[in-house]
C-alpha cells in the first residue's frame, strides 16, 4: 500500500510532463493506436518493398526489364509526384484511396499467382505480395473503421487471357514495376500522415 501511494506523485509529474510535450489536449483518444497501426502500414510497405524487386525472378540486369508495356488496363499508375497530390487531401480520404490502390495490386498479384502456378512457374514471391497486400488492407479498413469512415468496395480489375509463359513474364515485369512506385509512394505518403500526429517513432 506505501509503495502504491508513493508512486502517486510520481505519475502526477509523468502526467503533467506528458501535457507539456502534448501540443493540443483536444486530441482523440484513439490516436496512439492510430499510430501504431501506421507503424505497421510501413512495415508491411517495407516487406512488399522487397518483395516487389523479385516478382518476376529475373536478375536486374536482364534486358527484358527494360520492356515492360502497359497491358494490365486496371493495374494503379502513379506517378511519383503524385504523394503531393494525396498529402493535400484528408486522411480519411487519403487512407481509402490507399486502400483501393492496395486491393487493385492484391487482385493483379493473386491473378499472377494462379497464373504462374498454372504455367508451373515459381510463384512464391506473388504469393508473399499477396499476404502483405492484404495485411495492409485490413490495417487501412481497420484505420478507416476506427475513423468511422467507410471503406470503399474495389471493383474487380479485367485481367488479361495469358496465351504463353513469355506473356507472363511480360506481365509479372509490369506488376513488379508498378507495385516497386506503389510501395516508394504509399511508404512516404503513410510517413507524412503519421508524422505531425505521432512524432517520428
Ligand atoms: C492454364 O493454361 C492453359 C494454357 O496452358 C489455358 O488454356 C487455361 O485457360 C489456363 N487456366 C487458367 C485458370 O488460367
Ligand atoms: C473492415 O473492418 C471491419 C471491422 O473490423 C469488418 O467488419 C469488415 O469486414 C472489414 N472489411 C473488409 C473489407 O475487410
Ligand atoms: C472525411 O472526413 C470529413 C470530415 O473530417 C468528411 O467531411 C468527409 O466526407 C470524409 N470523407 C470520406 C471519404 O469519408
Ligand atoms: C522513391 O522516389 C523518390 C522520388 O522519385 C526517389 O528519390 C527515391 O529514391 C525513391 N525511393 C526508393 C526507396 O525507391
Redesign the pocket.
Known amino acids: 500500500m506505501k509503495l502504491l501511494h508513493d508512486s502517486i506523485p510520481c505519475l502526477f509529474h509523468l502526467l503533467l510532463l506528458a501535457e507539456l510535450f502534448v501540443p493540443s489536449s483536444s486530441r482523440p483518444v484513439h490516436t496512439s493506436s492510430l499510430c501504431r497501426m501506421f507503424g505497421s502500414m510501413i512495415h508491411q510497405v517495407d516487406k512488399l518493398t522487397d518483395i516487389s524487386k523479385n516478382l518476376h525472378e529475373l536478375s536486374d540486369n536482364n534486358e527484358l526489364l527494360n520492356s515492360a508495356d502497359n497491358k494490365l488496363p486496371d493495374l494503379p499508375h502513379m506517378q511519383h509526384s503524385a504523394a503531393h497530390f494525396f498529402n493535400s487531401l484528408k486522411m480519411n480520404e487519403s487512407l481509402s484511396e490507399l486502400y483501393l490502390l492496395a486491393q487493385a495490386f492484391r487482385l493483379h498479384v493473386d491473378w499472377l499467382k ?2 504462374k502456378d ?1 504455367f508451373s512457374l515459381p510463384s512464391q514471391s506473388a504469393e508473399d505480395a499477396s499476404t502483405h497486400l492484404l495485411q495492409l488492407s485490413n490495417l487501412l479498413n481497420m484505420s478507416l473503421h476506427q475513423m468511422s469512415a467507410e471503406t470503399p468496395q474495389p471493383p474487380a480489375p479485367s485481367l488479361p487471357v ?1 496465351s504463353s509463359a513469355f506473356d507472363l513474364l511480360q506481365f509479372s515485369i509490369e506488376i513488379s514495376e508498378r507495385l516497386k512506385v506503389f510501395c516508394n509512394w504509399s511508404k512516404r505518403v503513410l510517413r507524412s500522415l503519421k508524422l505531425p500526429r505521432c512524432g517520428r517513432q
Do not use: L
Request: hydrophobic fraction near 25%; proline fraction near 0%.
Open positions: 494462379t497464373e498454372n495469358v
